[in-house]
Nanobody, 124 residues
Framework: QVQLVESGGGLVQSGDSLSLSCRVS????????IGWFRQAPGKEREFVAAIKWLASSTYYDDSVRGRFTISRDNAKNTVYLQMNSLKPEDTAVYYC?????????????????WGQGTQVTVSS
């Protein structure tokens, strides 16, 4: 069983920055990519970004490209999401998840293990 634990959420103001972490428990983390998703109140969970462990491949949703950066530390089995120039519409619970195949995916069905989520609130 793979466990993912997110941390780093909080309350910030519009224009501020915040960094999220996703610690992955199992060694299989090095095989399957990790993705970040978010879910705002009353909305469906949506893709944010994804990264491969063993290649410099990343994938971003258009809504965050240029503001968010996904990165990883293989030695720590940890994936980060650096969020800059935050907007009120970025407010959501952020989840990390492990993909169920080696390729980068943006659909919920492309991921099989999920963390519990961390709240990010951006005030205007």
């Amino acid at each position: 069983q793979v466990q993912l634990v997110e941390s780093g959420g909080g309350l910030v103001q519009s224009g501020d920055s915040l960094s999220l972490s996703c610690r992955v428990s199992a060694r299989t983390a090095s095989i399957f990519p990790i993705g970040w998703f978010r879910q705002a109140p009353g909305k469906e969970r949506e893709f944010v970004a994804a990264i491969k462990w063993l290649a410099s491949s990343t994938y971003y949703d258009d809504s965050v490209r240029g503001r968010f950066t996904i990165s990883r530390d293989n030695a720590k089995n940890t994936v980060y999401l650096q969020m800059n120039s935050l907007k009120p519409e970025d407010t959501a619970v952020y989840y990390c998840a492990q993909a169920n195949s080696p390729g980068l995916a943006r659909t919920l069905s492309g991921y099989r293990y999920w963390g519990q989520g961390t709240q990010v609130t951006v005030s205007s």
